[in-house]
Nanobody
Framework: QERLVESGGGLVQPGGSLRLSCAPS????????MGWYRQAPGKERDLVAT???????NYADSVKGRFTISRDNAKNTVHLQMNSLKSEDTAVYYC?????????WGQGTQVTVSS
């Protein structure tokens, strides 16, 4: 059941930037952690970054120093600022919201880094 909607994906050249956003399509209560995951063709879905309600963040080593996750608790929205993009960042990016009763996912947004 998809209750999150992502936006902001697209095609960008290496070294460029993109900002992804995610918002709930309905009411989701008691969100503990929000985050971004990505899945490249033929690979598993991997963690990119997460952020707790208190603002504590966690990043995959491959994106540290380049990506920044932020969150608006009042609106239950989460953003991912992606700078210095590389070809290996190409993937479908999924938004996730973890609650006490389970996980919610978005439908994914394609990010392609290519010259």
């Amino acid at each position: 059941q998809e209750r999150l909607v992502e936006s902001g994906g697209g095609l960008v050249q290496p070294g460029g930037s993109l900002r992804l956003s995610c918002a709930p399509s309905g009411s989701i209560s008691s969100i503990i952690v929000m985050g971004w995951y990505r899945q490249a063709p033929g690979k598993e879905r991997d963690l990119v970054a997460t952020i707790t309600k208190a603002g504590n963040t966690n990043y995959a080593d491959s994106v540290k120093g380049r990506f920044t996750i932020s969150r608006d608790n009042a609106k239950n929205t989460v953003h991912l600022q992606m700078n210095s993009l590389k070809s290996e960042d190409t993937a479908v990016y999924y938004c996730n919201a973890r609650t006490w009763v389970g996980d919610y996912w978005g439908q994914g947004t394609q990010v392609t880094v290519s010259s």
